[in-house]
């Protein structure tokens, strides 16, 4: 039997092992760490949101760079296809809020024991705490990888998962790009995703660890209105993060984010005659109160210090002293709380990596190198990335599965 040499034992290079043994190869995973799927452990919080239970025409939209490349990989394992997978090995699973889905033990921990234990049935070789150096290449080709050791390991294919740059202490720190670059393969730029981002504004340290839920965050660039969108954010003592900012942070430009215009709608659900209708309200129930109290059920009490502070009102005056235009600027504010982003945080923080091996050198049923024989490429590895909510995971595993099932015989 042929071998089939797997760096990277995350998701990923895990399903591509796994595919390839079942094949018919003769298998060996390489893995860095002492134990496989150490950044799979830390997904979904523990939990690990596995893939998201939706058609691939709708999983497409959830991912914002080269969709299209995945339309061979989602025909080969779906969503749907995946959890059955995962069934298979015995890890039963449960769709939750917005499709997204989970061991239904809560734990990532069974995912990974599962897909271990399944290697290992398969006869899979695993081989832990081996990092490899680089390609072992000739004439062009690729004959195996050398080891950090300095030993040699041949086979007749590599599929290099070797993952992205984010959470390095996961073991993801690029090495795979440097591979890819160094063959010829073109690596587009990288940069953190799903990420935190830094803000200029001196009153958002004060609201360090308040979340906001079913808030409407929007943002402009190049003076059009780019997302607009429902959900949760929270303050951090540089900025902002949550759902709603992780997925802005992935639709921005990494060099032009202090440019964006950002407005959060504290409350998206009234009309802004409503809203002024609902605070007159409440100002006339509690006209002797200080304002920090007669408005206190509108908002958390450090946020609405803030909105008094930018309305420039100050917080001591009473319901009844408040001016008609001094509450139309607190409605404003309400409806249209401006931020101001300095830039996105770093790659400890990032959920996943932008860019990677551009995928017009990669054949998108096989995942094979379209240029250096012997070589495939899988996972976060590659220039696609997805929005949180089990996508990205699904990509990994996706497209292990093709690089895995699909060798080209081409030696
Ligand atoms: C905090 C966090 C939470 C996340 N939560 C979710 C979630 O809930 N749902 C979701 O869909 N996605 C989630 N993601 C994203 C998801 O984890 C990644 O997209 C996915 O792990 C990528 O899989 P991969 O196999 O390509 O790479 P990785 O998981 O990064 O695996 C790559 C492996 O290669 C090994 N390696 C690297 N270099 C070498 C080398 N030279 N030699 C040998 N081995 C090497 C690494 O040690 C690592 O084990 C999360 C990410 C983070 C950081």
């Known amino acids: 039997m042929a071998r089939v040499l797997v760096v990277g034992g995350g998701p990923a290079g895990m399903m591509a092992a796994l595919t390839a043994r079942q094949s018919g190869w003769n298998v060996t995973l390489l893995e860095r760490n002492e134990k496989l799927g ?77 897909f271990e234990a399944a290697l290992r049935r398969e006869g899979v070789e695993i081989r832990l705490q081996s990092r490899v150096r680089e390609l072992l290449i000739e004439n062009g080709r690729v004959l195996g990888v050398c080891m950090e050791d300095g030993s040699a390991l041949c086979a007749q294919h590599v599929i290099v998962a070797t993952g992205g740059l984010s959470y390095p202490a996961t073991g ?13 393969h073109r690596v587009s730029e990288l940069s953190p995703a799903l990420v935190p981002i830094e803000t200029a504004d001196t009153w958002i340290p004060s609201l360090q660890g308040i979340s906001l839920k079913n808030v409407m965050l929007t943002a402009r660039w190049g003076g059009k209105k780019r997302f607009e969108e429902l959900g949760e954010m929270m303050f951090a003592h540089f900025g902002i993060t949550g759902p709603l900012v992780l997925k802005l942070s992935s639709l921005l430009d990494p060099q032009d984010v202090a440019k964006v215009q950002v407005s959060v709608n504290l409350k998206p659900g009234l009309r802004p005659e409503q809203l002024d209708a609902r605070v007159l309200r409440d100002l006339q129930e509690r006209a002797n109160q200080q304002l920090s109290r007669a408005l206190g059920a509108l908002l958390p009490a450090r946020m609405l210090d803030v909105v008094l ?47 990677g091996v551009d995928v017009r050198g990669i054949d998108p049923r096989t995942m094979a190198s379209k240029t250096v024989p012997g070589l495939s490429f899988a996972g976060e590895i590659l220039d696609v990335d997805g929005f949180t909510g089990g996508f990205n995971l699904q990509i990994a595993f996706a497209t292990g599965y093709c690089a895995g099932r699909n060798i080209p015989l081409d030696r």
């Open 309 to 355: 502070r930018l309305a420039e009102v100050p917080a001591e005056k009473r319901g009844h002293q408040l001016t008609a235009k001094e509450r139309g600027r607190i409605v404003d504010l309400l409806q249209a709380l401006p931020i101001h982003l300095r830039q996105l945080r770093g790659w400890e923080e990032a959920v996943i990596t932008r860019g």
């Open 172 to 184: 993801s720190t690029g090495d795979g790009f440097r591979w890819a670059e160094h063959v010829g």
């Open 38 to 114: 150490k950044k799979l452990y830390i997904t979904g919080k523990g939990r690990c949101n596995l893939t998201n239970a939706v058609s691939r025409q709708e999983f497409l939209t959830h991912v914002p760079r080269n969709a299209r490349f995945l339309y061979s990989a989602l025909d080969a394992l779906d969503s749907f296809a995946l959890m059955e997978w995962v069934e298979g090995l015995g890890v039963p699973l449960v769709v939750e809020r917005g499709q997204r889905v989970f061991p239904a033990s809560m734990k990532s921990s069974d995912i990974n024991r599962a």
